[in-house]
């Protein structure tokens, strides 16, 4: 086991070594340094357990696959090396942060030979997931023209206009952005957006190129369904969102998080909505249930 240097000194995994996080290095030609060329996956940790990781690895493979690019090592052993990272880290709830990216090489536009050998990199990030005074009062978001490229399905590193979106809602007093295109919401900057209409139906964007199929998304609308929740896939406008009951996004990180003011003007009554909280409820139940 590494032994740690001070109370914040983390055990890092780069390329097949654990170490301190001030001794993980890549290569300054790693194309995920260069180009953005690499995915990645957020893995939420509750008690010390994996929140659906067979999702967020079958998720892995496909952004992999959609890149051309290898996948590094087999799932049981990115099984192994988050488990080992929990333990070191004494990490009880959080998440473990996992990057792949295609790997050092000449720094050229082209694809380098297949044969590269991708980089792997894993840390983990102690939060509270459960606890978030955030899911008590609701977060409030602004509207922002979604101008990401057109491959959003992909799960890449490229997250510098979802980090400009953030910083724009905090800089005008919201807490995230809710991105627009042709009039209609994709999603926050780093989660699925949801309404709840006048009659309760619960209304979220299909998948497509537009949005990130979000694995928090697939249990949340299971659990939406087996509650008897009617279900509605299809684009909203920011009217819509306005005028909704309710207003909620999902991620890995904030499960499902009520979302009371869009653009200064209050959802309903301002505060989290019915279905959102029992949402919330039924979702962290699960997941502590089946988290491995």
């Known amino acids: 086991m590494v032994e740690k240097r001070g109370a914040s000194m983390r055990t890092v995994y780069v390329n097949g070594v654990f170490c301190p996080e001030d001794e993980g ?3 300054i030609f790693d194309r995920g340094f260069l180009f953005a060329d690499a995915v990645y996956e957020v893995v939420s940790v509750l008690d010390g357990k994996l929140v659906d990781f067979a999702g967020h690895m079958a998720r892995l493979a496909r952004s992999l696959g959609e890149l051309a690019m290898a996948a590094p090592t087999s799932d049981d052993e990115l099984l192994a090396i988050h488990r080992r990272l929990i333990a070191e880290n004494a990490l009880e709830e959080g998440a473990v942060y996992l990057q792949v990216t295609r790997g050092p090489a000449d720094r050229d536009f082209l694809f380098p030979p297949q044969d590269t050998k991708p980089s792997l990199v894993l840390f983990t990030q102690a939060a509270a997931l459960r606890d978030k005074p ?19 399905d992909i799960k890449t590193v490229q997250l510098l206009y979802p980090s400009m979106a953030k910083t724009e809602a905090k800089r005008r007093g919201a807490d995230d952005a809710w991105m627009v295109e042709d009039g209609c919401v994709t999603e926050g900057s780093s989660n699925n957006a949801y309404i709840v209409d006048a009659g309760g139906k619960l209304v979220t964007r299909p998948l497509s190129h537009a949005i990130l199929p979000g694995i928090t998304r697939i249990a949340v609308l299971r659990l939406a369904a087996e509650s008897g929740i009617a279900i509605k896939e299809r684009p909203f406008t920011v009217d819509e969102a306005l005028a909704a009951k309710e207003a909620f996004i999902s991620s890995a990180s904030s499960f499902v998080m ?3 003011e869009i653009d200064g003007q209050p959802i309903a009554d301002g505060r989290p909505g019915e279905i959102t909280r029992r949402l919330r409820a039924i979702y962290i139940e699960e997941a502590l249930k089946t988290a491995i």
Do not use: C, M, N, Y
């Open 25 to 27: 290095k890549v290569s």
């Open 134 to 152: 955030a899911a008590r009062t609701g977060i409030r978001v602004v509207t922002l023209p979604d101008l990401r490229w057109q491959r959003r």
């Open 258 to 260: 009520p979302v009371v």
